[in-house]
């Protein structure tokens, strides 16, 4: 073993009888959700033999300034004039309703280095005026840590590589809104307290279901209880999604 002379620690193993040794500057880093309760078991297992940090949610990643360096990075290999390029960009200014007011200062930044200098340059060159995923993350989470707890925050991965509407659209009707309904056991109400009415249909508490007599049990009013349902983001306006996308921020 390459690093015998660091060992920190040495066991014989039980079946080949060898020695295995670890070195001090090893370090064993995992990750765990805190909100999974079915490794609470295991969850006091590990912390008696493993220090913890928290990991919290860190919404100022998902300014629109640190989302254009990620779309920076991300097709930095495609030329301004490049069809995909100017396809992505679009669909980045759109989303976030973002102009850009000097062309070429901003083509100018691609050979900073510096990832807080081209923050701080985006702000100046970029106007972004529309929708911002640092504030509607903590929006969100800010109502979970209250219906539930801190603990149940969504993370910021969910906006990291969301570039565009559809992008958006996505990402609420295939991972967040699908959280929620597991957090709050399909309790509408709840949920519909962090997102707003937007994102349902109207429950008017109008519908054709009739119940059959059974004995002595009562209908008790079943018939007129208001029935809520998500609408289907990907067949929903774009105004209309950014318009609900946008009550998310108030």
Same mark, same amino acid.
């Given at each position: 073993? +390459? ?22 500057? =090893?370090?064993?880093?995992?990750? @765990? ?21 928290? @990991?919290?949610?860190?919404? %100022?990643? /998902?300014?629109?300034?640190? @989302?254009? *360096?990620? /779309?920076?990075?991300?097709? *930095? ?6 069809? &995909? ?5 679009? %669909? #980045?200014?759109? =989303?976030?309703?973002?102009?850009? /007011? ?5 083509? $100018? ?12 340059? !985006?702000?100046?060159?970029?106007? !972004? ?8 993350? $903590? ?5 979970? %840590?209250? =219906?539930?707890?801190?603990?149940? *925050?969504?993370?910021? $991965?969910?906006?990291? &590589?969301?570039? $565009? =509407? ?6 609420? *009707? ?18 519909? /307290?962090?997102? +707003?009415?937007? #994102? ?10 009739? !119940?059959? &007599? !059974? ?36």
């Amino acid at each position: 073993m +390459g690093f015998i002379g660091w060992i920190q620690l040495e066991v014989i193993l039980p079946y080949s009888k060898k020695p295995f040794g670890v070195p001090s500057n =090893l370090y064993i880093i995992g990750t @765990m959700n805190t909100a999974d309760r079915s490794v609470e078991a295991l969850d006091a297992a590990l912390r008696r033999r493993f220090a913890f940090k928290e @990991m919290a949610p860190k919404p %100022e990643l /998902l300014s629109p300034s640190m @989302m254009l *360096q990620r /779309l920076w990075i991300r097709d *930095q290999d495609l030329a301004w004039k490049d069809p &995909n390029w100017i396809k992505a960009e679009n %669909e #980045f200014l759109d =989303l976030f309703s973002a102009d850009i /007011l000097n062309r070429k200062k901003y083509e $100018s930044l691609e050979n900073t280095v510096n990832f807080e200098t081209l923050n701080i340059s !985006f702000d100046k060159i970029v106007e !972004f005026w529309g929708i911002n995923f640092e504030t509607i993350l $903590s929006n969100i989470n800010n109502r979970v %840590e209250l =219906l539930l707890d801190k603990d149940h *925050q969504i993370g910021h $991965s969910y906006f990291m &590589n969301v570039y $565009s =509407l559809n992008d958006l659209k996505s990402a609420f *009707q295939n991972k967040i809104i699908p959280l929620l309904q597991e957090y709050f056991f399909g309790d509408y109400g709840k949920i519909g /307290l962090i997102l +707003g009415e937007k #994102f349902f249909e109207n429950g008017n508490g109008e519908n054709d279901v009739k !119940f059959k &007599n !059974f004995f002595d049990y009562a209908e008790g009013g079943f018939s007129e209880r208001r029935i809520y349902r998500f609408k289907n983001l990907q067949n929903m306006g774009n105004d209309e999604f950014k318009t609900a996308i946008k009550e998310l921020m108030n």
